[in-house]
């Protein structure tokens, strides 16, 4: 019998096209905010990984100046 193995969900990984649909952004736009290292992000190969707990990072909402913002 086989049992597929999944990985609990803080250690999903997406690529950078699924990761900017969740975020709401352009798959260059978090291409770059990758290389400027406003997100945290493992390259394998020539792609990046983004985990599912920096996608939840970006997506909660930060107060700045008495204003919320969220996202890259």
């Known amino acids: 019998m086989v049992t597929s193995v999944h990985p609990p969900d803080a250690l999903r990984g997406y690529s950078i096209v699924s990761a900017a649909e969740r975020l709401d952004t352009s798959p260059a736009a978090l291409r770059m905010a990758v290389r400027r290292g406003h997100v945290r992000a ?3 190969g020539q ?12 997506l909660t909402p930060i107060r700045l100046a008495g204003r919320e913002h969220v996202g890259v």
């Not at 792609?47 to 970006?58: G, H, P, V």
């Open 42 to 44: 493992a390259r394998i």
């Open 47 to 58: 792609k990046y990984l983004i985990l599912e707990t920096e996608i939840e990072r970006l």
